[in-house]
């Protein structure tokens, strides 16, 4: 019901910045309420890292505080993840989830890589 496209992923040095970006698009008048970003590094469990609701509320995961900032345009079901002072350590697959008002299930993009090396 609901259309996830991620875009931004890439390379970059430590201490370098990137910016994610993702669509949703909503099917049969579903109405997104919260979007946001997990992130699964090899070997590793997905989980998240950032979030924001329509009401602009947020919640990040402790490693990326102060570091990673989320944003959202309800207008266009659009979130986007500004990243600064990358780390080996923010090496993983990032995906894009929305959740609707209706409630469960929570949709999910196809993953962007973001790769953080010297």
Not at 4 to 30: D, M, W, Y
Not at 40 to 62: E, F, H, M, V
Not at 79 to 88: A, C, V
Not at 91 to 109: E, H, L, N, Q, S
Request: charged letters at 15%.
């Amino acid at each position: 019901q609901v259309q996830l496209v991620e875009s931004g992923g890439g390379f970059v040095q430590p201490g370098g910045s990137l910016i994610l970006s993702c669509t949703a698009s909503p099917e049969n008048g579903v109405s997104v309420f919260n979007m946001g970003w997990y992130r699964q590094a090899p070997g590793k469990q997905r989980s998240l890292i950032a979030s924001i609701t329509n009401g602009g509320y947020t919640n990040y995961a402790d490693s990326v505080k102060g570091r990673f900032t989320v944003s959202k345009d309800n207008a266009n079901n659009m979130i986007t993840l500004h990243m600064s002072g990358l780390e080996n350590d923010d090496t993983a697959v990032y995906y894009c989830f929305a959740d609707i008002v209706t409630g469960p299930p929570r949709f999910w993009g196809q993953g962007t890589q973001v790769t953080v090396s010297s």
